[in-house]
């Protein structure tokens, strides 16, 4: 496993974060880096990306995935509240296109998997699946 994070927020009793946990910096950008690169061969889905290039996109996920899971707070210095939701409803997010998403990032966290415990893989494919659920906002065509 990789060395914590330096930039890092700890709890006050000084029990490391996820982010510290699994790599900091290092493993969210292997993490992200993975994932974009299959968004980019699923035309479907890199429809909803409203910029040609996924790079704005992929460093707004590695920073927001960065301060969720304990890391720096630089997306909401940057960006302010995630709003997860609200910043997702100009794009029609369905159910399908919920599951190419997954389908993208579980394979992206299968390749972290060395840096992962039992217990924080569980923790992150759970977040991932309830996160995509929430930002279903369209029916099938």
Excluded: C
Aim: glycine share 6%; aromatic share 10%.
């Amino acid at each position: 496993m990789t060395q914590p994070d330096s930039t890092a927020r700890t709890t006050p009793d000084q029990v490391p974060t996820f982010y510290e946990r699994v790599g900091g910096h290092e493993t969210f950008r292997l993490l992200v880096q993975e994932f974009y690169r299959g968004v980019a061969q699923d035309e479907p889905l890199k429809a909803l990306y409203p910029e040609a290039d996924l790079g704005p996109a992929e460093e707004r996920l590695l920073l927001f995935l960065e301060q969720y899971w304990g890391g720096p707070t630089t997306y909401q210095q940057r960006r302010g509240h995630p709003r997860l939701r609200m910043r997702h409803m100009p794009y029609r997010v369905t159910p399908a296109q919920r599951d190419r998403w997954l389908t993208h990032m579980h394979a992206a966290i299968d390749s972290i998997r060395d840096r992962l415990g039992a217990m924080d893989e569980q923790l992150m494919r759970d977040y991932m699946n309830r996160a995509a659920d929430a930002m279903v906002n369209a029916l099938e065509d």
